[in-house]
């Protein structure tokens, strides 16, 4: 039963080692009731040690651990509830259902010891919010890979869990299936208004889902925000990079902006003689016709080198054309329906308030000076 408390889980500033590694480093999270939180990041970055630990299924070594303010595990006093007694509803990856049990009977497990008629109306009751009242007789092996998820976030949901923790719920299932699934099991979470605390190592599927992201990298949680946020703001090139490939550039600042290929950045907030670090999305970068474009900003005119398709959109590789960065090569997203022909010019454009600018040598500094190296490296060939 949901109580009055605004805050579903709280984490507060928890560690976690498996011998000498610290897979969890001082970590505060929380989730509020009605709320869907993406725990994203790397795989072996401690989302699975974390969400364990809010389970109980791991004991907690540093920090607490409460639920609807209620202290569930506090590591400086060794004091821990049950996972059972915590009130959390689990899905992992791999869905976990009994095989030998038929669909209503596996989401029955979760239901504990009630009444028969109450029982039954709350199975009934959470396989039709899961669209899935026809199957209550089913055996899992007869299910499809997306009917046996719902099913497991049936048997989740069914005892009203105070949060529920979900492990990479999706990633069993095929790209195709899982869009679908995706989108009917954000649906079920909204309308039940049931907090949510999700393990992704899929950015998309992130910014799909959450209210709120928290990434993190290395055990540590780099940014913390609404999806608009972490993908438009990003404190560092490692949380700008996690969404999308980019264009890495480098320049120095110079009475507050810098010059880049793509015209003049402003770079608020970085000193003057600063080097800095130019990240550019390559669907930041616009095609533009000629005579057209924002006349504000620079129009650069490049060759198309390749072109590969993603979809809805392509990913164009060009070469920049004049100045003295002729030769550059840039990545850019091209949503349109025309589509330029290999070698032929075309007109390029960039918001200068979509440049990422980060001071030179910030965190991912190696991981930089490789990438760019990478890319000087294709520019010069
Ligand atoms: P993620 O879910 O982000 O992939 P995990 O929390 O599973 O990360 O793991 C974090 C780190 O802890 C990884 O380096 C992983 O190898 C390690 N790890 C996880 N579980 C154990 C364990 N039971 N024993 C030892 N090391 C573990």
Redesign the pocket.
Known sequence: MNSRSNCALDLLDVSHA??D?T??DHVSLHVNEGEVIC?L????????????LAAGL?ALQQGRVAMQDRMVADGGLGQSLPPELRGVGLVFQDFALFPHLTVARNVAFGLGRMEAGARAARIAEVLDQVDMADYAGAYPHALSGGQQQRIALARALAPQPAILLL??PFSGLDARLREQIRDDTLHVLKRSRTATLM?T?DPEEAMFMADRIYL?QA?RVVQSGSPDAIYHRPVNPFVARFFTATNDLGGVVQGGAVQSPLGLLPAPGHADGAAVQILIRPESIHLVAAGGGDTNSRIVPAIVEEVRFLGSSKLLVVRLESGENRSLTLRVRHAGRHLPELGSQILLQLDPADALIFPEGREGGDLYRRASTEIRALSAG
Do not use: W
């Open positions: 498996y011998g590694l897979a969890v725990l990041g790397p795989s072996g970055c401690g989302k699975s040690t974390i969400l364990r791991e492990d990479e393990v190592h993190m055990g």
